[in-house]
């Protein structure tokens, strides 16, 4: 059974910073992609951020040159390290895991991955 955990979140001022983990079990697949999505209340699940098992990223514009995916294949987990955090960063961060081989560039759609954690909530005030 997959699982997913995040952990790491936390209330930070503007400009700083945050490191994000998701630890991921239950499976063995040689081919996945796992992504980074974050929910303010009230609206939609919007995607930040993806790496693929080679290590290829996809960024959303609105992160991008600030925050950074990256994994380690030993530890099966998945973090997001955020720098120069801005209020409207604020928001429920969830990990999600898609199984199987991914051509092209890497989804941020929700409809696209298969598994999900429960998120960690990241606050930044102003």
């Known amino acids: 059974q997959v699982q997913l955990v995040e952990s790491g979140g936390g209330s930070v001022q503007a400009g700083g910073s945050l490191r994000l983990s998701c630890a991921a079990s239950g499976y063995t697949y040689k081919n996945y992609v796992m992504a980074w999505f974050r929910q303010p209340p009230g609206k939609e699940r919007e995607g930040v951020a993806a790496i693929r098992d080679d290590g290829q990223t996809s960024y959303a514009d609105s992160v991008k040159d600030r925050f950074t995916i990256d994994k380690d294949n030993a530890k099966n987990t998945l973090y997001l390290q955020m720098n120069s955090l801005k209020p409207e960063d604020s928001s429920m961060y969830v990990c999600?895991?898609?199984?199987?081989?991914?051509?092209?560039?890497?989804?941020?759609?929700?409809?696209?991955?298969?598994?999900w954690g429960r998120g960690t909530q990241v606050t930044v005030s102003s």
């Open positions: 999600a895991l898609l199984i199987g081989e991914w051509y092209g560039p890497l989804s941020l759609s929700t409809n696209a991955y298969d598994y």
